[in-house]
C-alpha cells in the first residue's frame, strides 16, 4: 500500500521527520504488537487504542 509513496523519493525523505522515532515504520512493528498481545501478559489490556506510529500521534497534539 505504501509503496507508490516510498518510491517517491522527495516524500520518502520527509516521512521520517513526521516521526519520533525518525524512521519509516516496518511490517515488523505492527507485527510485534499483535504477537505482544497475544500474550498472557497483555490479558488485562481491554478496550484500548494501540498507536503503532513511531510516535507521529504525539508529534500532531
Do not use: C, Y
Not at 22 to 51: C, M, Y
Amino acid at each position: 500500500m505504501a509503496k507508490p509513496i516510498l518510491d517517491n523519493a522527495r516524500i520518502a525523505e520527509q516521512i521520517p521527520l513526521k516521526h519520533a522515532m525518525k524512521r519509516v515504520g516496518k511490517p515488523e512493528d505492527l507485527a510485534e504488537t499483535a504477537k505482544f498481545l497475544l500474550l498472557p501478559n497483555s490479558s488485562w489490556i481491554t478496550g484500548q487504542v494501540i498507536h503503532v506510529d513511531g510516535g507521529k500521534i504525539n508529534l500532531e497534539t
